[in-house]
C-alpha cells in the first residue's frame, strides 16, 4: 500500500510540475539579453542614425509674394487653414494652389552650406552633401540628406550653415531631429532636441549636438504582442495608408506620394476642405497612438526602436548673419536589447521528459525487489 501510494505522490508531482511548465510556456514571456554591435554589420544590419532639420513657422513657411496666391485670392495663413481642414468659408480658388509651388525651399538662400568632416586613411577630409526635402505638412517642411550624397562611414562631424538673418525675418523656429532611418515621425512626438527659437539665433548661434550612445530595441512577434519586422519605412507607410484611407492625396505629399506609394494606384490630390479635414483626423488618431505606445494602433508598429541619447553645446558665435549646426558622431556601435523567447518549445520538451523519468524512478524504487 506505501508503494502505491508513493507511486501515486510522485505522479501527481510530475503532474503538477508539467502543468506548471505548461503555463510558462503558454505565458510566451521574454528575456532580453543586452549585447553591442557595430553599425554596419551585415547581420540583422542597423543603419546609422539619419538627422533631419525642420523649419516652422505659424504661415511663414510660404512665399507670402507669391503671385499664385494673389490668384487665388488667398492668403499663406487662409491657405493653411484650409490645408489644415479647419471650418471656415474657403473658396475653391484654394484647392487649386500647389503646396510645392508656394512653400519655401531651404536651398534658396536659406542653407548656405552643408558639408561632412571625415577620416579617410587616418586623414581628415571634407565632403559637400545636398539637403532635399523628406517630409511635409501644412506648418513643418522637413530636410535631410540627399542618399547620393551618404558616402563615407566614418563621418566625424556632420555642419550645416543656415542664414540667420532670412529665418530671422520670417521667424522660422529651426528643429533638429537624430532618428533611426524611417522613423522620423517617432522623434516628432518626443523630441529629444530642443528646437531654436528665432530670438535665440537672431544675431546668429552655433550649437553642437553630440551623439554619446545609441540604444536598439528589437521586439519578438508573439501572438500576445505582434510587430512587423519588415515595416522599414514608417513615413511612406503612413502616407500611404492615410491616403488610401481618404481616396486622395493631400498637395503637401504629392511629391511623396509619387515616389514612394506602393504599388501602382493612382490618386487625384485632394480639392475640398471636407478630404483635407479627414486628413487631420487621421494624423491626430497617429498622434494619440503614438503617446499610448501603440495601444489602439491602426496598424501594426515596427518591431525595431532606436533610441538616440545627445549632448547639447554652444560655442560663441561666428558670426551674426550664421545659424551654424553641428551633429558629432561620436560612437560606431550600438547597445542592442533583443527580446528572445524566455521559455521555449524544446525546454518544455525537456523538462517533461525529465519529469517522466522522475516517474520511472519513484515506481522503480516503490516496487520490491524479487
Known sequence: MLNILKIIFCSLMALYMTYLQFKYYLAD?????????????????????????????????????????????????????????????????????????????INEGYLLSSFAIYT??????????SMVPLYKLPNFIYFTKRENDIEHDEINLDVFELNATLLFEKQLVISISIHQKGRMNRSLRKPSIQPLLPKQYQHGAWRRYDINEVEVLRRRDKPKAPCNANLLDEESFIIDMITRNVGCVPTYWEH???????????????????EYHKIQEQAGHMYWNYLKNGKGSLYLLPCTEMKVSTFT??????????????????????????????????????????????????????????
Request: glycine fraction near 6%; charge should be negative; aromatic fraction near 12%.
Open 256 to 274: 511623396h506620394a509619387a515616389a514612394k506609394m506602393s504599388s501602382n494606384t493612382k490618386f487625384e490630390r485632394c480639392t475640398s476642405h471636407e
Open 29 to 105: 514571456d521574454d528575456m532580453s539579453p543586452v549585447s553591442y554591435q557595430y553599425f554596419g554589420n551585415e547581420k540583422d544590419k542597423v543603419d546609422f542614425p539619419a538627422v533631419t532639420v525642420g523649419v516652422f513657422g505659424f504661415n511663414h513657411i510660404f512665399k507670402e509674394q507669391n503671385d499664385v496666391f494673389k490668384l487665388a485670392n488667398a492668403t499663406p495663413l487662409s491657405y493653411r487653414y484650409f490645408l489644415e481642414g479647419k471650418p471656415n468659408n474657403y473658396s475653391e480658388e484654394h484647392s487649386v494652389i500647389r503646396y510645392d509651388d508656394v512653400v519655401l525651399d
Open 313 to 370: 553645446t554652444e560655442f560663441p558665435v561666428p558670426s551674426s548673419d550664421i545659424l551654424r549646426l553641428e551633429i558629432a558622431y561620436n560612437v560606431n556601435s550600438y547597445k542592442e536589447i533583443a527580446n528572445t523567447e524566455a521559455y521555449t518549445a524544446e525546454m518544455l520538451l525537456g523538462q517533461i521528459g525529465g519529469f517522466v523519468g522522475r516517474i520511472q524512478r519513484c515506481g522503480n524504487k516503490a516496487m520490491p525487489p524479487p
Open 120 to 129: 579617410k586613411s587616418h586623414t581628415q577630409s571634407r565632403s559637400n552633401f
